[in-house]
Every structure is written in structure tokens, then in C-alpha cells.
């Protein structure tokens, strides 16, 4: 199990880019923020912040799990102390959902069944609650239906995500045509859910898109992604996040240069897992940990090695 522990919140604004360096035709998603805030008048909730470290800290290890059960290798050994023709221009919105987690709307099925859901850059799996589940964790969202569906089909194998807390959802394996502002990728892996608990029941969101690399998927097949490229849907595996308080997006396929101005600083991706690069962190000019690093829009928090995050507030006057 991996030893997490969070330096700070972070919020986000401008761009993250998550690219290759092409220009190809582009979608836009409009994004909402969402999730419990971790603070109160100032006074940081220590239950919030450690549960969402928690998540974070077995999102990563179900991740490398799956990569190293796929080639042997363990993405995370030696770093630190570890204990345990031209495409669609489109966009989609994104909305700030209590200054948390980014999330967006997209339909699964046809006719489409609709889901706001969280766009997540540390993990490669999608997933929403089934009709098939009666558990208290799904009973507040809408529910994939594959009798609704004509193109729905069941695919062999079993999902299942769990958090240290105990809590977690597990569900089969369908694929179906899901839909992003217009784009559909068909035959798309994912589970509809059949276990939640409870604790879900409070999300704003129906469920998570990973938008990392499907070598860490625990389903193990292409993300929505990988298989628009493949599809001939977008002209590049390129996306970025514009996050701001207001006129949030996910751009699919290129980046929209209405949304900023200069140069783009390009960072090298050491592989194809998570969105991981080469970083350092460092205060008075100490450096608390030099090397890679995650970039992940599914938490809000920046979290480290233990060793390392200590040896960084050691270094902060006060």
C-alpha cells in the first residue's frame, strides 16, 4: 500500500495540458466543480482531507496493480518510502461543483442514457451505477439501463474499485456507444455498477471517466480516448483542461487557443500509465522530492511520500 500524505488544496486555473504536441480538430465538454469542501471557516476538516488522501492513495495503487500484473513492472519501485481527414472542432463545459472535482455530461447507449461525470486523469476505467443495483450508494442517480439500449452488450469479466475506508462499487463489464458533446466512440468498455455504498450516495456526480492510459485499466481495454482516435473521431489522443471559476472545459482532441495566450511548456511523459512526468517540489530553494510525478484531475489535494513531504515542511518558516 502506498504511504500518501497531503502537502496542500490546490486550486486550479488556467490550463493543464495532457497532450502530444499536435493541432488536430478538437471537441469542448463544459466542466462543473463539485465535491466536499475541505475546510470550514478556515479551519481545514482533517476526516475530509484524510479521506480524499485515502482515495487518491489506492486510486494509484489499483492502478499500478493493473499495470504490473500486465508487465511485470511496479511503476512506483524506489520512489521514496512506499508502505503499502479532419476531425470535429468541438468543446465540452465544465462546471465548478463546490471547488472540488471537475465533471461533465455524456450519454451511454442508444438512445443515449445521460451521466454527470467526473473526468479523471489518475485513473483509465468508466464506470456509472446500473439498474441493477438497489444499494443506498446508487439510489440518488440516474441508471444505465442495458435492456434500453441497442447497442448495448455484455462482455465477460467483473469490475471492482475499493477504498481503504472499506467503501467501494463493483458491477460487470458491458460495452456500449458513449457520447461527449457529440463525439461517440462505440463499443465502449465500462461497468454499470450493481454494489455502491453509501457514501456515494452524497457524490454529485453519477460515476468517473478515466482519462489516463489503458494500461492501468482494471478492465483492460481502450479508454473513451484512445478509442475516438482509433475511431477516427478526433485526429490526435490530445486533450486539455481549461479550470477556472467559471467557463470550464475538457477540450478533446487539440487545445483551444482562444483560452490563452504565449507558449505552452510541454513536459515529457516518462510512459503510458498515468499522466506521470519528471517534478520536484521545494520551498527556500530545499528540495522536499525531485521525480515523477501525477498529473491527476481527480483530486484537488497534492499529495507525496511521506518522507519527503516531511522533509518539505521542515523547510517552511513558522
Same mark, same amino acid.
Given at each position: 500500500?502506498?504511504?500518501?500524505?497531503?502537502?496542500?488544496?490546490?486550486?486550479?486555473?488556467?490550463?493543464?495540458?495532457?497532450?502530444?504536441?499536435?493541432?488536430?480538430?478538437?471537441?469542448?465538454?463544459?466542466?462543473?466543480?463539485?465535491?466536499?469542501?475541505?475546510?470550514?471557516?478556515?479551519?481545514?476538516?482533517?476526516?475530509?482531507?484524510?479521506?480524499?488522501?485515502?482515495?487518491?492513495?489506492?486510486?494509484?495503487?489499483?492502478?499500478?496493480?493493473?499495470?504490473?500484473?500486465?508487465?511485470?513492472?511496479?511503476?512506483?519501485?524506489?520512489?521514496?518510502?512506499?508502505?503499502?481527414?479532419?476531425?470535429?472542432?468541438?468543446?465540452?463545459?465544465?462546471?465548478?461543483?463546490?471547488?472540488?472535482?471537475?465533471?461533465?455530461?455524456?450519454?451511454?447507449?442508444?438512445?443515449?442514457?445521460?451521466?454527470?461525470?467526473?473526468?479523471?486523469?489518475?485513473?483509465?476505467?468508466?464506470?456509472?451505477?446500473?439498474?441493477?443495483?438497489?444499494?443506498?450508494?446508487?439510489?440518488?442517480?440516474?441508471?444505465?439501463?442495458?435492456?434500453?439500449?441497442?447497442?448495448?452488450?455484455?462482455?465477460?469479466?467483473?469490475?471492482?474499485?475499493?477504498?481503504?475506508?472499506?467503501?467501494?462499487?463493483?458491477?460487470?463489464?458491458?460495452?456500449?456507444?458513449?457520447?461527449?458533446?457529440?463525439?461517440?466512440?462505440?463499443?465502449?468498455?465500462?461497468?454499470?455498477?450493481?454494489?455502491?455504498?453509501?457514501?456515494?450516495?452524497?457524490?454529485?456526480?453519477?460515476?468517473?471517466?478515466?482519462?489516463?492510459?489503458?494500461?492501468?485499466?482494471? @478492465?483492460? %481495454? /481502450? =479508454? *473513451?480516448?484512445?478509442? +475516438?482516435? &482509433?475511431? #477516427?473521431? @478526433?485526429? %490526435? /489522443? =490530445? *486533450?486539455?483542461?481549461? +479550470?477556472? &471559476?467559471? #467557463?470550464?472545459?475538457?477540450?478533446?482532441?487539440?487545445?483551444?487557443?482562444?483560452?490563452?495566450? #504565449?507558449?505552452?511548456?510541454?513536459?515529457?511523459?516518462?510512459?503510458?500509465?498515468?499522466?506521470?512526468?519528471?517534478?520536484?517540489?521545494?520551498?527556500?530553494?530545499?528540495?522536499?522530492?525531485?521525480?515523477?510525478?501525477?498529473?491527476?484531475?481527480?483530486?484537488?489535494?497534492?499529495?507525496?511520500?511521506?518522507?519527503?513531504?516531511?522533509?518539505?515542511?521542515?523547510?517552511?518558516?513558522?
Amino acid at each position: 500500500m502506498l504511504a500518501f500524505t497531503a502537502i496542500t488544496a490546490l486550486t486550479l486555473t488556467g490550463y493543464a495540458i495532457a497532450a502530444t504536441q499536435s493541432e488536430p480538430g478538437t471537441i469542448s465538454i463544459p466542466l462543473q466543480k463539485h465535491g466536499l469542501p475541505f475546510s470550514r471557516n478556515g479551519i481545514v476538516i482533517g476526516s475530509v482531507l484524510a479521506r480524499q488522501v485515502e482515495r487518491v492513495q489506492f486510486k494509484y495503487a489499483r492502478g499500478n496493480a493493473a499495470y504490473k500484473a500486465r508487465t511485470g513492472h511496479d511503476l512506483f519501485s524506489g520512489i521514496g518510502d512506499f508502505s503499502g481527414s479532419l476531425a470535429k472542432r468541438q468543446k465540452e463545459p465544465l462546471i465548478d461543483e463546490q471547488e472540488q472535482l471537475w465533471a461533465g455530461n455524456i450519454t451511454i447507449g442508444t438512445p443515449g442514457q445521460q451521466f454527470t461525470i467526473d473526468f479523471d486523469t489518475g485513473s483509465a476505467d468508466l464506470w456509472v451505477p446500473s439498474s441493477k443495483c438497489s444499494t443506498t450508494g446508487c439510489a440518488p442517480h440516474p441508471k444505465y439501463n442495458p435492456s434500453k439500449s441497442s447497442t448495448s452488450s455484455k462482455q465477460e469479466g467483473f469490475f471492482n474499485i475499493t477504498y481503504g475506508d472499506g467503501s467501494g462499487a463493483s458491477g460487470p463489464i458491458y460495452s456500449d456507444t458513449v457520447t461527449v458533446a457529440g463525439l461517440s466512440a462505440a463499443c465502449q468498455y465500462f461497468s454499470p455498477v450493481t454494489l455502491e455504498s453509501a457514501v456515494f450516495a452524497s457524490n454529485p456526480s453519477d460515476g468517473i471517466m478515466g482519462l489516463a492510459f489503458s494500461s492501468i485499466s482494471q @478492465i483492460g %481495454a /481502450p =479508454t *473513451f480516448i484512445e478509442n +475516438l482516435y &482509433s475511431q #477516427g473521431k @478526433i485526429s %490526435a /489522443p =490530445t *486533450f486539455a483542461f481549461r +479550470l477556472a &471559476s467559471s #467557463g470550464s472545459e475538457l477540450y478533446l482532441g487539440g487545445i483551444n487557443h482562444s483560452k490563452y495566450t #504565449g507558449s505552452i511548456t510541454w513536459a515529457a511523459l516518462t510512459n503510458k500509465t498515468y499522466w506521470l512526468t519528471e517534478g520536484a517540489s521545494s520551498v527556500n530553494d530545499v528540495y522536499g522530492y525531485k521525480g515523477p510525478m501525477i498529473i491527476d484531475s481527480g483530486t484537488t489535494i497534492i499529495v507525496g511520500n511521506t518522507s519527503s513531504v516531511k522533509h518539505w515542511w521542515s523547510h517552511v518558516p513558522g
